[in-house]
């Protein structure tokens, strides 16, 4: 894994404050940030358990210290196709509206600093990937990063479509 | 050091209401065994331990009432009173004015109940015996001795001490005493009395022959001084007179000298003229915030009184995880790759540990459900005199657990639900005979685990509900028409949770104002569950209240089906069977059944529901998991049983959703998660079965 | 060193009470819920010896009376200073108190202050 935890915790202290902190992470050939302040912890991947007649992207439930845990295969989720699960593959635990779930990724990255000027308005992608699912797209040094508004991401935008029932 | 006895508050009245509930029960069998002495002291204690509380903490309303109430039992338990109807009766109308007045301390009600009337009639009973109601008066609230702060001017005191011969045996050091004399003040003289010392051959080392004559000079009045002595005042000889101020003492030496014999006869530890005299200092008056608070109100902070036995496994296990932890600083303090198996080793055993903590931390919160019957006797007791029937009052499963919220909540639903039975349902005793039933009626409650959920039954023998009535009813409220076929009893019976629905001729005074079972039924949905009802006429009616355990820990078999591990709860498995070849028919567009002495059960396979894949699909191969629920039976076609263990139930639906099928998860102890098998769920999915409405009759 | 006491009480918000209250003073607080609960716990302390009894009269099992003679009967308590915890101040109780082997007593309800004042006035310091 790019980033351990406690270094992250340690940039997590000094900068809780400040909400222009992202976590990055790629799946496929993309690199994806995530409010910081959303995340609880990264592990790296482990087996769950299935949930019987979930979601295609509902990997299923994992014991995070006693408490259960739906995790979610973000490229499942995003359509991006499946790929074996190494020792990159990592779960992103966070916390959206009081619900703690987790994200497969393929990697982390790193923790970086966006300021929302550097956000643009997400393009219309049409297709998969529903563009509320986006805050933006921000250009650091030469990548762009895919801003995820992640509440959306889990959520969806309809409380009564999507995962919390 | 902050004195606030406020912060015990909480405690006193967690202990108190817990008395106020013993001594219902017990003053119910004091009405059966009126001859029991030792029934007797535990009531007396009861209302003693109370009473010395209350007047503690400064409650002083409860105080004073209890305080007659202990008068009176003490009484009784002397054998000066005998009990009689008219006593029980004041006994238990006193156990709730003091639940009401502790009620009121707890800030939970503004107002109780005048105590004079109760009080009154507790007088009464005490004159008859005494000639007198004089109850001595017991102090309100603890006295704060005020340190006067003023300097008073200092006084020159002669005191003669001679301590009674037997104060050393009660612990008593007249040492001690002397040495707080000084700390008064200034010491003038002291001379010690031997004359009083037997021969040497005589001399018993534990009892006290010395006396003193002590000159100080002090600032302390002479009540204060003389409070050092109150223990001993009694058999000791103690003599302060006042000397005039300007008293010189004569013999200097002699004091010296005196001083020397008293070393010489404590020969340890007392420092008598060790440190200048001016050196001592009054202890400094307590600031205005000692004062108690009285009738303040309750603090939020809620509760949880758990058993020891469950505090100890906590203890040990913390005891455990200690060890563990040495053991791992051990390995990797000095680490190499040939102490790895230790490491691996002693990092399982700290997640087993661990987990276990976690659970039994977990099962704290878990209650008997004997908290929430106990209010059941007396509620039955005092409503079957009111309205003449004969009644008792039957429980079961008393020690079932589930969780403390749920049974604070379920409580109000039961209450509704007996009340009910005891003003409806059961008849007069000579309804009763004159219907060939024993003329005493039984309530039952049965509380069990079935399945992921607790069940609590309250069931009567009485009459029954009367089926022409609910129609005409269900009738006039246009819940069916007139004219459409009269609907199956289980529908039409279960009307009676609609809102508004009752069917009592006349509104009593303890039911059937209108508000009946609708809110039952809305309070018990509320905790996620459902109610049924059965009821054969003039037989009885059993009421069923089926509540999910969301905390609670349950007693599960773990089964396999093909990679994945399901627990399913003990208490809704009847049997497994590996079914033979012909015992497994198909029925023609309705699926599978298995043939099972002379049964038929519609078999679900597990993998089919949960979508998954099998190590079996062929029946004769695999194992069929017969389960239970509401006397409807189904086969569940699993591949293996695992084993039997405890499990502490998860939601799903915290951080996911509600899955059908599924009751919750729990974790196993390898870390992973299993999810438990909703078996009632499941046979509602059995498609054979219809409509799920018919199970209630 | 700090010194022990042991409390005897078969009410929990009594022993929670009393018990804050010596602790704050410094004490190591060791508790008994009835007499003999409290001579089981005497006789797990080191030396059998605490620096001061305090216990209540009225309790299940063994009560307090009870306690205070078994306790003075044991040889390392034959000194120690035992109070009682009284709600009635008649001259009865403290007589009966005095000839079980109480060293004094503390009548309820009190003020933790003043339960402290009563015990600088028994324990040798």
Redesign the interface.
């Known amino acids: 894994m790019a980033i351990d935890q406690t270094d992250l915790m340690n940039q997590d202290n000094l900068l809780s404050a400040d909400s222009n902190q992202f976590l990055t992470f790629t799946l496929g050939d993309e690199e994806y940030g995530v409010d910081i302040l959303k995340v609880q912890e990264i592990k790296g991947y482990v087996p769950?358990?299935?949930?019987?007649?979930?979601p295609s992207d509902?990997r299923?439930?994992?014991?995070l210290?006693?408490?259960?845990?739906?995790i979610v295969d973000l490229r499942s989720k995003f359509n991006l196709g499946t790929i074996e699960y190494d020792q990159f593959t990592a779960i992103v635990v966070v916390v959206v509206q009081n619900?703690?779930?987790g994200m497969i990724v393929d990697s982390v990255s790193e923790v970086i600093n966006i300021p929302p000027s550097d956000i643009q308005p997400p393009p219309d992608f049409g297709g998969n990937m529903n563009s509320s699912m986006l805050r933006g797209i921000a250009k650091v040094g030469d990548k762009l990063i895919i801003v995820l508004d992640i509440d959306t991401v889990l959520l969806g935008d309809n409380v009564g479509m999507s995962?919390?029932? | 050091?902050n004195?606030d006895?406020a912060?015990?508050h909480s405690?006193?009245f967690?202990?108190?209401a817990d008395l106020l509930e013993d001594l219902e029960g017990l003053l119910l069998r004091l009405e059966k065994s009126p001859d029991d002495l030792e029934l007797l002291n535990?009531i007396?204690?009861c209302a003693?331990?109370i009473?010395?509380?209350s007047?503690?903490?400064?409650f002083a309303d409860l105080?004073q009432f209890t305080h007659g109430l202990e008068t009176l039992l003490d009484l009784m338990r002397n054998g000066q009173l005998k009990i009689s109807k008219t006593i029980s009766q004041l006994l238990l109308e006193s156990r709730d004015q003091m639940r009401a007045l502790l009620a009121v301390a707890r800030g939970e009600e503004s107002t109780a109940p005048d105590s004079a009337p109760l009080t009154a009639r507790i007088h009464e009973q005490i004159e008859s015996v005494n000639g007198t109601s004089d109850i001595?008066a017991?102090?309100e609230?603890?006295?704060?001795?005020e340190e006067t702060a003023i300097t008073a001017a200092t006084k020159v005191y002669r005191l003669k001490f001679v301590p009674g011969p037997d104060i050393?045996?009660?612990?008593?050091?007249p040492?001690?005493m002397i040495?707080?004399i000084r700390e008064s003040g200034e010491l003038i003289s002291i001379i010690c009395d031997t004359s009083r010392l037997p021969s040497i051959e005589e001399i018993d080392p534990?009892s006290s022959y010395l006396g003193w004559e002590i000159i100080f000079r002090t600032e302390w009045e002479e009540a204060q001084i003389l409070d050092?002595f109150?223990?001993i005042e009694?058999?000791s000889e103690i003599v302060l007179t006042i000397e005039p101020a300007d008293f010189i003492p004569v013999i200097i030496q002699e004091v010296s000298a005196a001083a020397e014999t008293i070393r010489a006869e404590t020969s340890n530890?007392l420092n008598l003229d060790s440190a200048p005299l001016s050196a001592a200092k009054p202890?400094p008056p307590?600031p205005a915030a000692?004062t108690?608070t009285s009738g303040g109100k309750n603090s939020d902070t809620q509760t949880l009184r758990v058993a020891t036995d469950k505090v100890d496994k906590l203890i040990n296990l913390v005891g455990e995880l200690i060890i563990n932890q040495s053991m791992l600083n051990e390995v990797i303090s000095d680490f190499s790759m040939a102490k790895l198996p230790r490491l691996i080793e002693a990092v399982a055993e700290m997640e087993r540990a661990s987990?276990d903590l976690?659970e039994r931390v977990m099962a704290v919160r878990m209650l008997p459900i004997k908290y929430a019957f106990g209010r059941f006797p007396r509620l039955v007791h005092d409503l079957s005199v009111a309205c003449g029937k004969k009644i008792e009052l039957k429980t079961v499963g008393e020690d079932t657990e589930l969780d403390k919220t749920v049974i604070e909540v379920v409580t109000d639903p039961l209450t509704h639900l007996v009340r009910n039975s005891i003003d409806h349902a059961l008849e007069t005793p000579e309804e009763r005979r004159a219907a060939g039933k024993p003329e005493m009626g039984t309530i039952t409650l049965n509380a069990f685990h079935e399945g992921g959920n607790i069940v609590i039954e309250v069931s009567d023998d009485g009459r029954g509900l009367n089926r022409e009535r609910i129609l005409q009813k269900a009738i006039d409220r246009g819940l069916i028409s007139e004219n459409d076929a009269p609907p199956a009893d289980d529908i039409l019976y279960n009307y009676i949770f609609h809102p508004g629905f009752s069917t009592a001729k006349e509104v009593t005074d303890l039911s059937g104002r209108g508000v009946g079972m609708d809110i039952v039924k809305r309070a018990v949905q509320a905790l996620g569950g459902s109610i049924s009802l059965n009821t054969v006429p003039g037989k009885g009616t059993r009421f069923r209240i089926k509540l999910p355990l969301t905390m609670a820990i349950l007693e599960g078999l773990s089964l396999s089906v093909g990679e994945?591990v399901y627990i399913l709860p003990l208490t809704s498995i009847v049997e497994s069977i590996r079914p033979k070849l012909g015992d497994v028919r198909l029925v023609a567009g309705q699926g599978e059944i298995v043939l099972m002495r002379g049964e038929v059960l519609p078999i679900l396979r597990l993998y089919q529901?949960?979508?998954?894949t099998a190590q079996f699909t062929d029946p004769t191969k695999a194992l069929l998991v017969i389960v239970e629920n509401d006397g409807r039976k189904v086969a569940l076609l699993v591949d293996e049983l695992i084993g039997q263990s405890q499990v502490v139930i998860?939601?799903?639906e915290?951080?996911?959703?509600?899955?059908?099928?599924?009751a919750g998860?729990t974790?196993l102890g390898d870390?992973?998660?299993?999810?438990i098998l909703d078996v009632p769920g499941l046979i509602h999915t059995d498609r054979l079965g219809g409509a799920s409405f018919a199970e209630a009759a | 060193m700090s010194k022990t006491a042991l409390i005897v009480d078969?009410?929990?918000?009594?022993r929670?009470?009393v018990g804050?209250?010596l602790k704050?003073?410094g004490f190591q607080v060791i508790e008994g819920v009835d007499g003999q609960d409290a001579l089981t716990k005497l006789k797990e302390v080191p030396g059998g010896k605490v620096d001061i009894i305090i216990t209540?009269l009225?309790?299940?099992i063994m009560d307090g009376l009870t306690f205070i003679k078994q306790a003075?009967s044991l040889p390392a308590c034959?000194?120690?200073?035992?109070l009682m915890?009284t709600?009635e101040?008649?001259d009865n109780r403290k007589?009966e108190g005095?000839a079980a082997?109480?060293?004094?007593?503390i009548?309820?309800?009190?003020?933790?202050?003043?339960m402290l004042?009563v015990i600088?006035?028994?324990?040798?310091?």
């Open positions: 769950n358990t299935r949930i019987p007649n979930a509902v299923g439930v994992l014991n210290r006693g408490t259960i845990v739906p619900r703690v779930m995962f919390a029932a | 050091m004195f006895t912060m015990f405690a006193f967690e202990e108190a535990t007396f204690r003693h331990s009473k010395g509380g007047a503690t903490f400064g105080a001595s017991i102090t609230e603890p006295v704060i001795i050393l045996r009660r612990g008593i050091d040492r001690q040495n707080q534990e050092i109150e223990f009694d058999e530890s202890t307590q000692a108690p987990r976690q994945e529901v949960f979508g998954s998860k939601s799903l915290t951080n996911y959703r509600k899955v059908n099928g599924i998860a974790i870390g992973r998660v299993a999810l | 078969d009410s929990s918000s009594m929670q009470m804050f209250t704050g003073a209540d009225n309790m299940p003075r034959k000194f120690t200073p035992i915890l709600t101040s008649g007589a005095k082997g109480a060293t004094g007593w009548v309820k309800p009190f003020h933790p202050e003043q004042k600088e006035k028994v324990l040798p310091s």
